[in-house]
């Protein structure tokens, strides 16, 4: 079976300041892990995606994810946070019957 | 760019009406997902569609049934509409299968039943 755990609902950052995002797995195949991230009365974004190439994954607007196979997580970072940045974000992993399962999300606010 | 539209952002229902939630998808992906989406409770699978015709039960399916006669087109059916069916309702497509296929999402519908 597959699943995620996201760290932390709530996660607030002074603007400038590291974000960090946890997300742990359980998969009982390879997985294939993703981070959304959805802005206010919208649907979910790709941020980026673990295909089993490179353990760090660049995606938009700065982000990136270290795939961690030891520790089962995928947490999502940016070096310097920006208002902008103020969202739900959602860490998900692809199952073997094509279905994606997802976490309970992170909403993360930055503090000006 | 892959574009997951639902017809509809914002209704209001009466309990017990019956509903329908309808999304189109312009990228010929196989695979179709209805999410229900929750403060507290992130997005919960209730059913999917991987062809025409063809549809699995996600985790939370009752009260719900769905309806796919076109590739492109899924829907979502409530057939009484009840209070604890207020939230936000998520349509997704993606391609039947390859590494990491991503899962693209429409803009969601705001449902209230009141």
């Known amino acids: 079976a597959q699943s995620v755990t996201q760290l932390g609902s709530h996660v607030s950052v002074s603007e400038g300041a590291l974000v960090l995002l946890r997300c742990n797995y359980s998969?009982?195949?390879?997985?294939?892990l993703f981070w959304y991230v959805q802005y206010p009365n919208q649907g979910l974004q790709l941020l980026l995606k673990?295909?089993?190439?490179?353990?760090l994954v660049k995606g938009i607007n700065g982000f990136e994810a270290e795939f961690k196979k030891s520790e089962t997580s995928f947490h999502l970072t940016k070096p310097s946070a920006h208002m902008s940045d103020a969202a739900e974000y959602f860490c998900a992993v692809r199952g073997a019957g094509n279905q994606f399962y997802f976490g309970t999300g992170t909403s993360l606010t930055v503090i000006p | 760019d892959v574009k997951v539209t639902q017809s509809s952002r914002y209704l209001v229902k009466r309990t017990g009406e019956k509903v329908f939630l309808e999304c189109v998808q312009d990228?010929?992906?196989?695979?179709m997902f209805w999410y229900r989406q929750d403060p507290g409770l992130g997005l919960r699978l209730i059913y999917f569609?991987?062809?025409?015709?063809?549809?699995e039960k996600g985790d939370i399916p009752e009260g719900y049934s769905v309806s796919r006669e076109k590739k492109e087109r899924f829907s979502l059916i409530l057939e009484s509409a009840s209070t604890n069916q207020t939230s936000m309702y998520l349509c997704a497509s993606s391609i039947l299968q390859g590494s990491g296929n991503t899962i693209y999402f429409g803009e969601g519908s705001w449902l209230t039943v009141v």
């Open positions: 673990y295909t089993s190439a490179a353990t």
């Open positions: 990228m010929d992906h196989e695979n």
């Open positions: 569609s991987y062809d025409v015709k063809m549809k």
């Open positions: 998969s009982s195949v390879p997985p294939y």
